[in-house]
């Protein structure tokens, strides 16, 4: 017999429920996109290699895919790279092209290509599919969607209070409460120098990124492994208590004011993080909002706001999550142009969404009626309503064999169809049409002229 298909781990399938569900996502936030200013564009879903590298740090790197050559990618390869196991060295000769690992990059390689055709600032948004050769678990997949929204050319901290405020109206829409947590790469760059390491910045972020997912002893432990002497790591770690303080975010602000006082650019990072979120207040937000400083976000090119954003009523990693960047355009040849965005993982919002039960039943209801095939005459008059309706903007369709009254029910039924109407020899002579409502049972008999303003 032969062996079943199967996806490989960490990609899916999508059924035409699943999809329904889906497509409600990411009509909500495109919708939201488009009221702040926000266009579209798409990029393709491989990249070189040379683009993609040295862009997320050093875990960043190895979650590459990296494309294969096409052709005999074997020609001109040093053979006793493979002889030798030497895989770091034969990679680049064996592949020039990899998947994209997150949306930012390609679009930082996007302004740079096209910049001559560009408006600044220039606000974009693109929902597409990334991969990272992850570890699959609950909430991560291998293949999964991004929902990305960026400014470029413009430093004004506007854009991360509109960014703010769009966060929450896309939750806000869905339904899902959540807390969005603030900080800023200028603080732990500052934090960084207060310690005595001001050079390991990049090791000091990537680990407590971890502290959610290992803990701070093991953070501690990664430190001391990246070379962190025991009191730079003891400092570090009254910082982080801020996190756990039970100070409100004014008083937070203030102890990390003071604790950064002799780092300028620390205190300008705290300077940054009052004005946003002074301007948030301001215009008032649904969500939670909080200030924590164990906030990193390893990816390397961030240089002031770092956002994330958690759901308050299920176990679920980060949902949505960006921040600024500075120098992003700069490793492509485009110096000064600044940037901000913010990405949603439409798959773990799916996930919450179902944990909770947020979809409506509309958004998951391809057809509003269903209508009988009794024979060749009622299904032409049939048709003839069906296109009427769909002008109308009703979703609208005819069962295709003529069958018994119940297997065409039963198929409206597992539709989930809000009506099935019903056009038989009476109805024909009467010019009317017979409407059952699915969920009541209930069945009334309507002129055919007037059939959409009944269902409507």
Same mark, same amino acid.
């Given at each position: 017999m032969a062996q079943k298909p199967s996806t490989p781990k960490g990609t899916r399938?999508? *059924?035409?429920?699943?999809?329904? $569900?889906? /497509? @409600?996502? %990411?009509?909500?936030? $495109?919708?939201? %996109?488009?009221? %702040?200013? @926000? $266009?579209?564009?798409?990029?393709?879903?491989?990249? /070189?290699? *040379?683009t993609l590298m040295g862009k997320y740090g050093e875990e960043g790197d190895k979650l590459l895919y990296r494309v294969l050559n096409s052709g005999d990618f074997l020609k001109g390869v040093d053979r006793s790279l493979i002889d030798e196991g030497n895989y770091q060295a034969l990679a680049p000769a064996l592949c020039d092209k990899g998947l994209r690992y997150d949306l930012t990059v390609p679009f930082a390689r996007y302004v740079v290509q096209h910049r001559d055709e560009l408006q600044m600032p220039f606000k974009r948004y693109q929902i597409q599919p990334v991969w990272r050769a992850d570890r699959p678990q609950r909430g991560r997949y291998r293949e999964f969607y991004q929902c990305d929204a960026d400014v470029v050319g413009s430093d *004004?901290?506007?854009?991360?209070v509109e960014l703010l405020q769009m966060i929450d109206m896309v939750f806000s829409r869905l339904g899902i409460r959540v807390a969005i947590k603030l900080n800023n790469r200028k603080v732990l760059a500052g934090i960084a120098e207060i310690i005595g390491e001001p050079e390991r910045l990049v090791d000091i972020t990537t680990a407590i990124d971890k502290i959610d997912k290992i803990g701070m002893e093991k953070v501690r432990e990664e430190l001391a492994d990246r070379g962190l002497g025991a009191e730079a790591i003891e400092r570090l770690g009254g910082f982080l208590a801020l996190a756990d303080s039970d100070a409100d975010i004014d008083g937070r602000l203030s102890s990390l004011a003071t604790m950064l006082a002799g780092s300028v650019t620390g205190m300008h990072g705290v300077e940054e993080l009052r004005t946003v979120i002074d301007a948030t207040r301001e215009l008032g937000l649904r969500a939670a909002l909080d200030l924590d400083i164990s906030l990193a976000r390893g990816l390397n090119y961030y240089t002031g706001t770092i956002i994330e954003v958690k759901a308050l009523d299920t176990a679920m990693g980060s949902i949505s999550g960006g921040g600024r960047y500075d120098n992003l355009t700069g490793i492509f040849g485009l110096q000064g142009l600044s940037g901000v965005g913010v990405s949603f993982g439409a798959d773990r919002i799916y996930d919450v969404m179902m944990a909770l039960d947020l979809f409506p039943a509309a958004a998951?209801?391809?057809?509003?009626v269903l209508f009988a095939n009794f024979g060749a005459r009622e299904a032409a008059a049939s048709m003839k309503l069906v296109k009427e309706l769909r002008k109308m903007g009703i979703s609208a369709e005819i069962y295709p064999d003529t069958a018994k009254m119940k297997k065409q029910i039963g198929y409206a039924?597992?539709?989930?169809?809000? @009506? %099935?109407?019903i056009?038989?020899?009476?109805?024909?002579?009467?010019?009317? &049409?017979? &409407?059952?409502?699915?969920?009541?049972g209930e069945q009334t008999k309507v002129n055919a002229d007037s059939l959409a303003d009944a269902l409507s």
């Open positions: 399938d999508f *059924s035409t429920t699943e999809m329904a $569900r889906r /497509n @409600y996502i %990411f009509d909500t936030i $495109r919708e939201v %996109f488009a009221l %702040f200013g @926000y $266009r579209q564009i798409e990029t393709p879903a491989m990249e /070189n290699l *040379s *004004s901290l506007l854009n991360e998951l209801r391809p057809t509003r039924d597992a539709l989930e169809c809000e @009506y %099935f109407a056009i038989g020899e009476s109805e024909l002579a009467e010019g009317t &049409v017979t &409407v059952k409502n699915m969920s009541t």
